[in-house]
């Protein structure tokens, strides 16, 4: 337990609003005597007595909230017992109400004891509480069964998609002062000890970080460390990051058409009777044809002779 300054808010014993609340009756209740109020005093300081005894059962502190739990309730059921339900002496009846305070104070120590105190079943807490005995704050070191490791958690992720790492614990709000997560990674590994070299990724007061456009290579091991200011480590968290793979796009096959017959175009061995059949038909035709032009020409010359002959004849004739 490390003390620290006090605070106003203290132990049901030493609450500044309790004390004044039984000041307050003892000055200003009626019908109550000198010997009266120096009774009461006795009856109030023994009281504060059992409360701290009673705290010092239960761990001896208390947090916060539970004492503002205890005090409002006590202030409540103090005030109405005298306005409703006081019977006797006022002397008797200051008894009945300060016990009455007691086993306030009991019922939310338990509660505290059993769910507040403490409450982290891995890695170290200091937490804030007061101490009954001195009214005093400090902070109370809360070990646990796995000092520092706090899981190992499985991550899936589909590549170019997005996931999200958080290693913040519930008790982590309980921590006094500035804590920072410390975000490191080894890649592609699976096994892996504390004392392992990691590569720093990224300081913040932040929980959690986002891992945008995964690809295959960013598969591995993620640890969070929590660090106090002191960098003491309060916390450590282990990511296994597996990323799925986009399925491959390989080439849908081309069909491929069957081959074509193989053709022989070699020429073919004519018989030798059909080709001397063929040489004899081009020859014919051959002939005919030089025939052929040979007529026509001729036939051109002559005609253009005897128009020539008609022609000179009839300019004789015009010369005569």
């Known amino acids: 337990m490390v003390c620290m300054v006090s605070s106003v808010m203290s132990c049901l014993q030493c609450d500044r609003a309790v004390l004044y609340m039984h000041e307050d ?9 000198v010997q009266d109020q120096m009774d009461l005093k006795k009856i109030i300081d023994h009281a504060y007595t059992n409360y701290k005894k ?18 409002t309730e006590y202030q409540s059921e103090f005030q109405r017992y005298w306005k409703e339900d006081r019977k006797g002496p006022v002397q008797w009846d200051m008894i009945k109400i300060v016990e ?35 009214c005093q704050y400090g902070l109370f070191t809360c070990f646990s069964e ?40 080894k890649q592609g590994a699976r096994n892996f000890s504390a004392q392992e070299v990691f ?36 916390s450590s968290m282990h990511f296994i990051l597996t990323v799925i793979p986009l399925p491959s796009s390989t080439p849908r096959p081309i ?7 193989s053709l022989d175009f070699r020429p073919a061995r004519l018989h030798r009777d059909t080709l001397i059949i063929i040489l004899a038909l081009l020859t014919v035709v051959s002939i005919s044809a030089s025939l052929a032009i040979i007529v026509v020409l001729g036939t051109r010359m002559m005609v253009k002779w005897q128009k020539n002959e008609r022609t000179r004849a009839k300019e004789d004739e015009e010369g005569t």
């Open 255 to 261: 069909p491929t058409l069957p081959p074509l017959p």
């Open 100 to 134: 009455k305070g007691s086993r306030i104070l009991k019922k939310h120590l338990k509660l505290f004891v059993a769910e507040g105190l403490c409450p982290n079943t891995c890695g170290l807490l200091f937490q804030s509480v007061m101490n009954c005995s001195t």
């Open 146 to 185: 796995s000092p520092q490791g706090c899981g190992v958690h499985q991550v899936e992720g589909k590549e170019g998609e997005q996931v999200v790492l958080d290693c913040f614990l519930s008790w982590h709000s309980l921590i006094v002062g500035q804590a920072e997560y410390h975000y490191s990674w």
């Open 199 to 234: 590569e720093v990724l990224v300081v913040t007061e932040d929980s959690k970080i986002v891992l945008n456009r995964l690809s295959v290579s960013e598969q591995g091991v993620y640890r969070c460390l929590l660090l106090d200011k002191h960098d003491i480590e309060l």
């Open 54 to 71: 009673t705290s010092v059962e239960l761990r001896g502190v208390i947090d916060p909230t539970t004492l503002y739990r205890a005090r």
């Open 25 to 33: 009756f003892i000055a200003t209740a009626k019908g109550v005597t």
